[in-house]
């Protein structure tokens, strides 16, 4: 929690990331590894990326196209390079997606994860609804 979201642009230049209710932003990796800079010249180089729902995980492709788990609507989403989301699936079964990974031939693996669900949150009382499913949906 609260570590990420957080990804890496295709051609390395940029981290993007958001707190768990958003807004997303971005900054150059050469900024963040750059020593001279303070703590304020940094924070005066973020900029604006998205505005994107509550998400329990993401994914970029090499395309720059951005996979995320929408948690208010079981759903997974893309936001395209020049900003355009779409949805790709809307499924209760997909309930908080949770760390998806893209592998090389297209497929998303969408961890159901049900992270809302584990004791932690429930006053130590577990409501996962069992067996945890992995899902495959295709992206090309």
Known sequence: MNA??????PDGQWLYYGPLQGPWSKVRISDL???????AQLASRVESFADLPPTGGTVM????????SDL???AIRVRRP????????????LHWV????LDSEGMLWLPAAQMDRVGLFNDG?????WPMTVFLL???
């Open 125 to 129: 009382t577990a409501r996962v609804q």
């Open 82 to 93: 020049d900003g355009r989301i779409e949805t790709l699936i809307v499924d209760t079964r």
């Open 61 to 68: 492709d090499a395309k720059g196209n951005l996979y995320f």
């Open 98 to 101: 949770d760390a998806p990974f």
């Open 138 to 140: 295709p992206t090309r």
């Open 4 to 9: 990420d979201p957080l990804e890496v642009s």
């Open 33 to 39: 590894t750059a020593p001279d800079l303070t703590p």
């Open 72 to 74: 208010a609507h079981d």
